[in-house]
């Protein structure tokens, strides 16, 4: 069992495609989402692979050298466990301040509880707004008039302090702490919306990106026979998060000073990766997947 656990954000800085791999619809390449749900996810499996290309990255800049790789992997299980990365704030196109930032009372009931499983208790209580309506802090930009108009759909908006609450923590605790992401922190109680639970699974179901891509033949300029297809995207500003658990190492340290030997040195390894930007998922060579990161963990646990 896990011993100690840390909370990773993903802000996706550019659209994002975590694909899984089979056509739905007319979509070729859609991307992957919860079943019972329908939000879309980042499974653990690939965060985790992409964890793990940057530690033997840092290896390799630290010693000079590529890490070298166990042959007997099957003896211990590893010390980290990454779970799979869920959707929290989803941007969605509005009639006023450009975009919001939505969000729902079983979105933030599911960080709340794993805030716990981190050692954090949330500084707020989860608002529940009605169908049909939306819970905005007092001077949103999205709400003019009481309004708030998302795609083609009108929601009446309340004013509501937990709503500048939930924004101030997250914009505080989730968002990236660079000083370039200081206008966006700010943005974040101005254009957070709170909606329901069957509002906002309607806008992460439908108001994804869906692109035409083509492949070219090279002698002709034109498109390749049968080589159009379309892929899902996740737009960027969208925001993810992810658990990091910790445990007790399983493999004697064998006297080498950077082996971790408690799951707080397994932590303390995350934070020395020193984690930036990342590309998580599809389409790497047109500049697709690109997150930044930022780890929270509680203070003195290192």
Not at 71 to 86: E, F, K, M, S
Not at 125 to 144: D, H, I, S
Not at 205 to 225: C, F, L, P, W, Y
Request: with cysteine; proline share 6%.
């Amino acid at each position: 069992m896990y011993e100690r656990a840390a909370v990773i954000s993903l802000y996706a800085e550019t659209p994002l495609h975590p694909g899984r791999g089979g056509a739905t619809g007319v979509i070729d390449l859609p991307i992957q989402r919860e079943r019972h749900l329908g939000y879309p996810i980042i499974p653990g499996s690939s965060l985790k692979g992409v964890l793990r290309s940057q530690a033997r990255l840092a290896w390799r800049q630290q010693h000079g050298r590529l890490a070298a790789e166990t042959d007997r992997a099957g003896d211990h299980g590893g010390a980290l466990a990454i779970t799979d990365a869920r959707l929290l704030l989803f941007p969605v196109r509005s009639l006023y301040g450009v975009f919001a930032w939505t969000t729902s009372p079983l979105a933030l009931d599911r960080y709340c509880r794993d805030l716990a499983a981190a050692g954090f208790e949330a500084p707020w209580q989860t608002p529940e707004p009605a169908a049909g309506r939306a819970l905005v802090a007092r001077g949103a930009v999205v709400a003019p008039g009481g309004r708030v108009t998302l795609e083609e759909f009108t929601f009446e908006a309340t004013d509501d302090s937990g709503v500048a609450a939930i924004a101030r923590d997250l914009a505080s605790t989730l968002l990236p702490s660079s000083a370039e992401y200081e206008p966006w922190r700010a943005r974040l109680p101005r254009q957070l919306a709170v909606l329901s639970d069957d509002d906002f699974r309607d806008f992460v179901q439908t108001a994804t990106e869906v692109v035409a891509r083509i492949k070219v033949d090279e002698s002709t300029g034109t498109v390749k026979d049968g080589a159009l297809w379309y892929e899902e995207y996740l737009p960027s500003e969208t925001l993810f998060y992810a658990l990091a658990l910790a445990s007790l190492p399983r493999r004697p340290a064998n006297g080498a000073a950077e082996a971790p030997r408690t799951a707080e040195d397994v932590l303390a390894a995350v934070d020395d990766l020193a984690l930036d930007r990342l590309q998580i998922g599809g389409d790497e060579t047109i500049g697709r997947g690109i997150v930044k990161v930022r780890v929270r963990r509680l203070e003195g646990a290192r």
